[in-house]
């Protein structure tokens, strides 16, 4: 994307906010988000979830209360404006102490999943809990959650709608966040931190279609194929020609669903000359056909 020098700025370099790594993963990750629920709590209450098979997550949108969890080895107390993500669902409890009939806490909860069989990286990269408390976040972050506090004492027509798109950008702001303030990195993050593995992984997430290779991978990290794929499998626990193929089939499964493209085009574009030999890895590595995801992707639109 071409972005002009914004006057209002200081002149000079900016730092990078995202990782372009990071950024070409997010603009093609096959993430849905939805909230489920706003709640409005006064006096002493608690609410328990119990663990789910999808993400969940919290946004405070006013005033306070305590998140605990095994995931978080203790209480967490949350203020207006945080958030709270438990990425793999754990289970977890939140409550707050006050006066019988003075509010205490307004909750905005949702559900997210990665959709496709595939898992995918950004899912097996973050940790079992996340808290991201407005104070320390981006400004950006505090306005989005702002605005969502916002339309939910709004009544205005698509409320539910634009709830859930901006839960959508607030996940978004929030793993750029984390990405940028954790210490305690695994998987994607953790190869986020060596330019040369991050190198490959955006070269890969842009151009999922090239002709990959060991020697072209490594070529690009300026290492040798014995050390890059050391490395790369240390970071990203799978090894780098394997990554490629499950990046390309969730690739596959996005085109799949969007219904854009022949099956035969979609092989092509991610560089397979022969349909049925896309069609036999898909099954391998999905689970499932191409016209099974394509009639899934159908039914969803219909119910929609």
């Known amino acids: 994307m071409y972005i002009e020098p914004n006057p209002s700025l200081p002149a000079g370099p900016r730092p990078r906010l995202v990782e ?31 663990r789910y098979e999808c993400g969940l997550f919290h946004l405070v949108g006013a005033g306070r209360c305590t998140v605990e969890s095994e995931a978080l080895g203790g209480n967490v107390t949350l203020e207006a404006g945080d958030l709270v993500i438990f990425p793999h669902g754990s289970s977890h409890r939140l409550s707050g102490e006050g006066e019988e009939g ?3 806490a307004s909750l905005i909860c949702g559900e997210f999943r990665f959709t496709g069989s595939a898992q995918h990286p950004l899912s097996a990269a973050l940790p079992a809990c996340m808290v991201i408390h407005a104070s320390q976040a981006s400004a950006p972050f505090r306005q989005l959650a702002s605005t969502m506090a916002d339309v939910v004492h709004a009544d205005c027509a ?11 950008a607030l996940f978004t702001l929030a793993i750029c966040d984390y990405s940028r303030s954790t210490d305690e990195r695994q998987g994607l993050f953790a190869s986020l931190a060596d330019p040369r593995i991050a190198r490959v992984l955006q070269a890969v997430h842009d151009h999922p279609g090239k002709a990959w290779t060991m020697q072209s991978m490594a070529a690009l990290a300026c290492m040798s194929r014995s050390a890059f794929a050391e490395r790369f499998s240390q970071l990203m626990k799978t090894p780098p020609v394997q990554y490629v193929t499950q990046w390309r089939v969730s690739v596959a499964e996005q085109l799949l669903r969007d219904r854009q493209q022949s099956v035969a085009g979609i092989a092509q574009q991610l560089g397979y000359s022969s349909e049925a030999a896309f069609r036999r890895l898909f099954k391998r590595v999905s689970g499932m056909c191409p016209g099974r995801v394509r009639g899934e992707g159908m039914r969803a639109t219909a119910l929609n």
């Open 20 to 50: 372009p790594a990071l950024e070409s993963l997010l603009s093609r990750s096959m993430l849905q988000v939805q909230v489920v629920a706003e709640l409005h709590r006064c006096g002493t209450w608690y609410a328990d979830a119990p």
């Open 102 to 104: 003075v509010h205490q």
């Open 158 to 168: 698509g409320r539910h709608v634009l709830l859930n798109k901006l839960a959508d």
